[in-house]
């Protein structure tokens, strides 16, 4: 089972910037898990769950239309570690941003995540 740290996140002016970061790890403390594909999720009051910005084992990425340009993903500080770069914050993007990983290649090309986090808020208000 791997386990998902969120850190990062706050609160930003718009056109601000925040940065989340996500490390996996087993719950035993085993083997570093490397999954195929993690990346991050947000709630926003009132929408459904939109999956934002993942990174795949292949070397591809996956950004929602709303992101790109603003949002990067990329590895922090290891193969199991996650960071996204928000920049040009709306207000928009306020919500609460969960990292989401599997391990499974199959899992992650039908969108099944089975590893989540505890959610970073991120809050862009003047």
């Known amino acids: 089972q791997v386990q998902l740290v969120e850190s990062g996140g706050g609160s930003v002016q718009p056109g601000g910037s925040l940065r989340l970061s996500c490390a996996a790890s087993?719950?035993?403390?085993?083997?570093?898990?490397?999954?195929?594909?993690m990346g991050w999720f947000r709630q926003i009051p009132g929408k459904e769950r939109e999956k934002v910005a993942i990174?795949?084992?292949?070397?591809?990425?996956y950004y929602a239309a709303s992101v790109k340009g603003r949002f990067t993903i990329s590895h922090d500080k290891g193969r199991n570690t996650r960071a996204l770069q928000m920049n040009s914050l709306k207000p928009e993007d306020a919500g609460m941003y969960y990292c989401?990983?599997?391990?499974?290649?199959?899992?992650?090309?039908?969108?099944?995540?089975?590893?989540w986090g505890q959610g970073s808020q991120v809050n862009v208000s003047s």
């Open positions: 087993t719950h035993t403390g085993g083997t570093t898990p490397n999954p195929f594909c």
């Open positions: 989401a990983a599997d391990l499974v290649r199959a899992n992650c090309l039908r969108n099944v995540f089975e590893s």
């Open positions: 990174s795949y084992g292949d070397g591809s990425t």
